[in-house]
C-alpha cells in the first residue's frame, strides 16, 4: 500500500512530473492546419462574397446539411472575423439555438459585411495561412489531459 504523506516528503515537485511532449510546434503545425483548413477558409471567403449581409453568412454557415466538421471550421472563422463574443461551443448549437436569437442576441456586434467584403476580397496567401493556424489554435487543447488519465487508467 502507497504512504499517504509520500508527496510531503518531495521538496522539488517538479521533479516528480512527468510531461507528455506529444504536441506539434511551430511552424511544422502550420503546413498541418493549411491543409487541413484551407477548404474552409476558401468557402468562408466565397461566402462573404455572395452574402448581403453578415447576418446572411452565419445562416449559410448554420445549415443543418452543411457537413458538420466544415460548419465548425466555419463558425470558428466567423467568431475570430465577424463576432468575437459568440462562442463556438453557442452556435454549433443547431437544432437548439436557432440563427435567428443569435442574431437578434448579438447581431449588433456584427463587422458589417462592406468591411467583410473589403478584407476577404483580395486575401493574400500569408493572411489565409494565418487564418488557418488562428481557427486550429486549440485543435489540441486537452489532448495531453486524455493521454494522462489513458496512462493512469492503463
Known sequence: MSDP???RTISDLGKIITPIDS?????????????????????FCQL?????????????????E??????MALLKMYRRCVS??????TTKK???????????TYGLTFK?????KQQFQAMSPEYRFALA???????????SGYELTGLFFD
Open 5 to 7: 504523506n509520500f508527496l
Open 23 to 43: 504536441t506539434i510546434r511551430f511552424p511544422e503545425i502550420l503546413e498541418i492546419l493549411i491543409n487541413k483548413y484551407s477548404g474552409a477558409v476558401e468557402t
Open 48 to 64: 462573404i462574397r455572395e452574402c448581403d449581409s453578415s447576418e446572411d453568412v452565419l445562416r449559410q454557415i448554420r445549415q443543418p
Open 66 to 71: 452543411r457537413e458538420a466538421d466544415e460548419r
Open 84 to 89: 468575437p463574443v459568440l462562442d463556438t461551443e
Open 94 to 104: 443547431i437544432r437548439k439555438i436557432s440563427t435567428e436569437s443569435l442574431i437578434e
Open 112 to 116: 458589417p459585411i462592406a468591411k467583410l
Open 133 to 143: 493556424a488562428l481557427i486550429g489554435e486549440y485543435d489540441t487543447r486537452g489532448q
